[in-house]
C-alpha cells in the first residue's frame, strides 16, 4: 500500500512475550550454537571434489572445482546451521537415526 509504513513491535516486547511463552532465547543467542557435522569434514569434503570431477560440473560454469566444492560445503553448514536453530526454537532435540 502507498503510504503505509511497516509496523515494528520493540525488541524489549517482544523478548518478553518469547520468555512467558517459553520460547527459547532470542535469535542471536541460538546462532550461537552451531551443530557439529556428524560425519569427517575431509572424506566428505574429498568425495565432494570427486564427485564434482567425474561429472565435469566445473566445466559447466567455468569454475574451479575447489570452489565448487566449497560453496557447496558452505550451502551445507548453513542448511544444518537453519536445522538447528528451528529445532531449538521449538524446543526439539533430534537424536539422528530415530
Known amino acids: 500500500m502507498p503510504g ?3 509496523k515494528r513491535v520493540p ?15 532470542p535469535e542471536d ?3 550461537e550454537q552451531q551443530p557439529v557435522m556428524a560425519v569427517d569434514s575431509s572424506d566428505l569434503r574429498s568425495d565432494l571434489t570427486t564427485l564434482l570431477n567425474k561429472y ?8 574451479p572445482d575447489y570452489i565448487l566444492r566449497d560453496f ?9 546451521a537453519g536445522v538447528h536453530n ?10 539422528p537415526g530415530q
Open 4 to 6: 503505509s509504513q511497516e
Open 11 to 25: 525488541k524489549e516486547y517482544l523478548d518478553k512475550f518469547l520468555e512467558e511463552h517459553g520460547f527459547p532465547a
Open 29 to 31: 543467542e541460538v546462532r
Open 56 to 63: 565435469n560440473r566445473e566445466d559447466v560454469s567455468n569454475t
Open 72 to 80: 557447496l560445503w558452505d550451502c551445507l553448514k548453513a542448511f544444518e
Open 86 to 95: 528451528r529445532d531449538q526454537w521449538h524446543g526439539v532435540t533430534p537424536r
